[in-house]
């Protein structure tokens, strides 16, 4: 079975300041790995994705994530938030020899102050 | 390129009325379709996922049904709405594969008064 969890269903930064949202996986096969973001009153859009390669994987808006096996995570970074990055990030896994559906974190709500 | 539509973006229903949601993906064939539904302040429930037409498998038991009549269309339906039918639902769409991104369309508010 996989598991994903999402620490801090809020997080709080300046603008300027890094963004880290972090999540954590439970798989017992190689995982593949994803973030999505939800912006107020609409669908999820996938921000980045992890298959197989590089670790280090960098996505739209600024955003990049690292796969660390050793640690079973794959958190969100952004270096300098901007005001337009206030939504809602999901982290989601799918696992290989389980089912295909994935499944998605609680979610993490950003919050950014001027 | 692909491409998801689902409506009507928002509707108010009353207790014990139908419900019929639609979901049309365009550009692909055979693809995979989700329903979730995200309550307030709560992340995403797996509702319903197809893998063909008229295979339909459910996550959750519930007053709610879903259909998939032809390879691209997905209908979530209720005979009799609860008011804890309401919430903000998504479909979505995927090709087969586990590296593939699943892709949602843009949400259905319900609020069931």
């Known amino acids: 079975a996989q598991s994903v969890t999402q620490l801090g269903s809020h997080v709080s930064v300046s603008e300027g300041a890094l963004v880290l949202l972090r999540c954590n996986y439970s798989?017992?096969?190689?995982?593949?790995l994803f973030w999505y973001v939800q912006y107020p009153n609409q669908g999820l859009q996938l921000l980045l994705k992890?298959?197989?390669?590089?670790?280090l994987v960098k996505g739209i808006n600024g955003f990049e994530a690292e796969f660390k096996k050793s640690e079973t995570s794959f958190h969100l970074t952004k270096p300098s938030a901007h005001m337009s990055d206030a939504a809602e990030y999901f982290c989601a896994v799918r696992a290989s020899g389980g089912s295909y559906i994935p499944t998605f974190g609680r979610g993490t709500s950003l919050i950014v102050h001027p | 390129s692909q491409t998801i539509h689902q409506w009507p973006a928002t509707l108010v229903q009353p207790v014990g009325s139908p419900l019929s949601l639609e979901c049309t993906v365009e550009g692909t064939s055979n693809p995979n379709l989700y329903w979730y539904r995200q309550a307030a302040g709560r992340g995403l429930q797996l509702l319903f996922y197809?893998?063909?037409?008229?295979?339909i498998s459910s996550e959750v038991p519930q007053n709610l049904s879903a259909s998939r009549p032809q390879d691209r269309q997905f209908i979530l339906s209720s005979k009799k709405l609860l008011l804890s039918d309401s919430g903000f639902y998504l479909c979505?769409?995927?090709?087969?594969?586990?590296?593939?991104?699943?892709?949602f369309g843009e949400g259905s508010w319900l609020t069931v008064v």
């Open positions: 979505a769409w995927s090709l087969t594969g586990l590296g593939n991104t699943i892709y």
């Open positions: 992890y298959t197989t390669g590089a670790t």
């Open positions: 197809s893998v063909g037409i008229g295979q």
């Open positions: 798989s017992s096969v190689p995982p593949y």
